[in-house]
């Protein structure tokens, strides 16, 4: 009876023991740190969760936007950024463009106007929780870096809102030719609320009127604070628009950004999204394939009528009778801030 006791008491013993050593054990493993601390202790030097980023990260904090119309080369614009070593960006978040286009419904509404100026909730109040929400979704969603970047194509519907709340944010706003924008979009089945993907008279349309709200805007945000950046010139000429983008963004030249492609998915690098249709595309080194992929494709009724169905071609300097136009032309972006006839459209600020 002695030794069952004596045995049974050893064995309480070393089951007791085990236990300490894996709790002990486990409390040595500190929970990972947010991206957000991890931001605060990057950039000030010290961090506490339980500040608000507001706090931290002021609102003239020079933050960069990227957008456009989709199937513009966003996308592939995010990734080179991406590839700086002071640059993080990110697969698109979804939800600021959704929270921003909210927001100027509020503004636009007289009567939903009224009712929040009745409840306190000012303009003021309402721009300090969109600018913390924007803030806290931007930081927390992906590494931290010295310069944060945010990808979400239609967000430059917005693009005045942004540079009002965010003061010392830049914007770049991908233009592409929208005839070639559109046959990617039917091609690869790109769905966008209210445009139908069996027709590119319609698509062409509305391509049209949504570039000229985000060009609009950033012909007023001026020079300074906005860059339009087209594709086709991006792909035939990458180290010269790249290296005009980083002096506009104020940030060192670094070679990286011509490679993207050998920084993904490492460590620092390049982060791709499993279900953004881009994806795929730009997993390859920067190449010229798409510039005339829909030659041949639009019907011939549309192409007769192109001038009238899509105004902005002309606009942005391309031609709307040529199929292809020859990209490979120095029609200048800068250009198209000096022309006056469009600069009717800037004493009119846009919330969306």
């Known amino acids: 009876m002695r030794n069952t006791r004596s045995s049974l008491l050893l064995g309480c013993m070393l089951l007791c023991s085990a236990s300490l050593i894996y709790l002990g054990m486990s409390g040595m493993d500190c929970p990972q740190k947010s991206h957000r601390y991890r931001w605060m202790e990057l950039n000030m030097g010290s961090a506490n969760q339980s500040s608000s980023l507001n706090e931290h990260f002021p609102e003239d904090t020079p933050l960069i936007f990227i957008g456009g119309f989709p199937r513009s080369g966003t996308t ?14 990110g697969e698109e978040t979804r939800v600021i463009p ?25 303009d003021q109040v309402l721009d300090s929780a969109v600018r913390a929400f924007l803030l806290e979704v931007i930081v927390g969603h992906g590494e931290p870096a010295p310069r944060l970047c945010n990808k979400d194509p239609f967000a430059l519907k917005s693009l005045s809102y942004l540079s009002r709340i965010f003061p010392k944010g830049k914007f ?25 993907l069996t027709s590119y008279r319609d698509c062409l349309t509305k391509w049209s009127s949504a570039v000229e709200t985000m060009f609009s805007q950033c012909q007023a945000a001026g020079e300074s ?26 940030l060192q030249w670094d070679p990286s950004v011509l490679h993207h492609e050998e920084l993904i998915g490492k460590a620092g690098g390049v982060s791709l999204s499993k279900v953004e249709r881009s994806t795929d595309q730009v997993m390859k080194p920067v190449n010229t394939d798409a510039l005339s992929k829909w030659v041949g494709h639009i019907p011939s009724d549309v192409i007769s009528d192109m001038a009238e169905i899509a105004p902005m071609l002309a606009r942005l300097g391309y031609d709307p009778n040529a199929n292809p136009p020859d990209y490979t032309r120095e029609e200048t972006v800068v250009s198209l801030f000096n022309d006056s006839q469009n600069l009717k459209s800037a004493e009119t600020p846009h919330l969306s």
């Open 172 to 196: 770049v706003l991908m233009l592409r030719d929208g005839r070639a924008t559109v046959h990617s979009m039917i091609s690869r089945k790109v769905t966008i609320s209210g445009f139908d």
């Open 76 to 89: 592939l614009m995010r990734v080179m950024l991406d590839a700086h070593n002071a640059v993080r960006c």
């Open 98 to 122: 959704r929270l921003l286009a909210m927001r100027a419904t509020w503004s636009r509404s007289v009567k939903e106007r009224i009712r929040l100026d009745e409840a306190g909730v000012t």
């Open 225 to 250: 604070r906005c860059l339009p950046v087209r594709y086709e010139q991006l792909v035939l000429y990458t180290e010269e628009e790249m290296r005009k983008l980083l002096h506009f963004l104020e």
